[in-house]
């Protein structure tokens, strides 16, 4: 369920990011539950990562590098800053931290960004007087299908003309053939705008205004972060 | 930005989408042969070849400061929205590439096949130093002291001199400059076979 606007969204992912790479140590794991409290009551389309096995291949490496690395670089417990402890627990903390890091940035980042729809990157974008570029963003977004099915056909028709049997002579007319085809599109969708008079720098602009959730939140993650940096 | 018309909002966008394309038809593809656990050099060079000559071909036909940083910035976004997208290893490495490569030709002023080359070498070198830097952000900066300390282990082992991993990180670092170079030079060159396409095309209808 989405609670916060754009603006509650982007300080989330700046704040989970920021925090990500200044932390250590046990406040690493605070952070990330934090950050999964946060999907699981605002976002939980952002915590679909959680479900694929690549993800836990990656995290379980980092996990699993730890001890190795420790015990071939002959690390101990002095250097975490915890003398007495043997070298297979400091590599798996060191182990643990490596994931834990990793976690905390990429739940910030998806948690954040996934929550974010075209339009309300194109009122972000409306907002920093940058309308332009959202116009290019919505002309790459509807165009995207489009270009992947072109460049299929592309290939395929290479390919059954017997094309491939000449691999660069292929790749140059494939590539040529894309671009062109690319930029008559473009050709087209100006002569759409000029028709209607489409001025990306003018017009009224979208209205993505702060509400009152995302000043609750930007309030409780600068406690958040007090907090952490008190302990 | 405000030279900037509405045919060159069109052709970023598409020139965006098209690196986008690239990004998400190939990239997937070679996630299957390359798994990203394992050999990231070969899909690290691909990708980024074909995305930076990609970017730099529509630099010819958007002959405007920051054209190509806008290309990458629509990319990153583009990885951003897609289903299973957010991941901010790409997203990173799509940005930095534009900005070295707008970095280039920025300085250059007008467009010349030496800045294209060196954009494109610079761009797709970016591959080498942004797996350490990834490494350092993701991971902090434990790892880095550990694996100073296995090179030296691992040189002192083998009885290979420390200067010999210099060597080998410096040709791999090369290699990768070298097909972005290359890259680079195609863009240049798909971008003037393209043009005299069009050019020949406009004269023919005219006629």
Request: charged share 15%; with cysteine.
């Amino acid at each position: 369920m989405k609670r916060f606007s754009a603006w509650g969204y982007l300080t989330f992912t700046v704040w989970g990011l920021g925090a990500g790479m200044l932390v250590r140590g046990w406040r690493l794991a605070a952070l990330v539950a934090v950050e999964l409290l946060f999907g699981l009551f605002w976002n939980r389309e952002g915590l679909g990562m959680l479900t694929r096995w690549r993800f836990w291949v990656f995290v379980g490496t980092a996990v699993a590098l730890g001890p190795w690395l420790g015990s071939r670089a002959g690390l101990d417990g002095a250097d975490l800053g915890a003398a007495g402890l043997p070298g297979w627990w400091t590599g798996l903390s060191l182990g643990l931290e490596m994931a834990a890091r990793a976690l905390a940035l990429m739940l910030a980042f998806s948690l954040g960004m996934s929550a974010l729809s075209l339009s309300d990157i194109l009122a972000v974008f409306d907002r920093l007087h940058l309308r332009g570029l959202g116009f290019a963003l919505g002309v790459a977004m509807n165009l995207l299908a489009t270009l992947q099915e072109m460049a299929r056909t592309t290939f395929e028709t290479i390919k059954l003309r017997g094309g491939l049997r000449r691999p660069l002579a292929a790749l140059r007319l494939f590539l040529v053939t894309l671009v062109t085809n690319t930029l008559r599109y473009g050709d087209q969708i100006v002569n759409a705008a000029s028709v209607r008079a489409f001025d990306p720098s003018g017009g009224r602009r979208r209205s993505l205004s702060l509400t009152r959730a995302d000043l609750v939140l930007a309030a409780t993650l600068a406690a958040c972060a007090a907090g952490c940096w008190a302990l | 930005m405000s030279s900037y018309r509405v045919r060159d909002w069109v052709f970023v966008g598409l020139f965006g989408a098209l690196w986008g394309v690239v990004e998400t038809t190939l990239g997937t593809y070679l996630n299957v042969i390359f798994p990203s656990f394992t050999n990231t050099f070969f899909k690290g060079v691909i990708l980024g070849s074909i995305g930076v000559a990609v970017a730099l071909t529509g630099r010819y036909f958007i002959q405007k400061r920051w054209s190509v940083l806008l290309i990458g910035i629509i990319t990153a976004l583009l990885k951003t929205l897609s289903p299973g997208g957010s991941r901010i290893g790409p997203i990173v490495a799509i940005l930095m590439q534009s900005v070295l490569m707008e970095l280039v030709l920025s300085v250059a002023g007008r467009p010349q096949i030496w800045a294209y080359i060196l954009a494109g070498a610079l761009a797709v070198g970016w591959n080498f130093p942004h797996k350490f830097v990834m490494m350092r952000v993701m991971y902090g900066r434990t790892i880095i002291q550990v694996a100073q300390k296995l090179t030296q282990d691992g040189s002192a082992m083998l009885g290979l001199d420390p200067s010999m991993a210099f060597w080998i990180l410096a040709g791999l670092l090369v290699v990768r400059m070298l097909a972005g170079g290359v890259a680079g030079w195609g863009a240049w060159a798909l971008g003037g076979a393209v043009s005299e396409r069009r050019t020949h095309r406009q004269q023919v209808a005219t006629e």
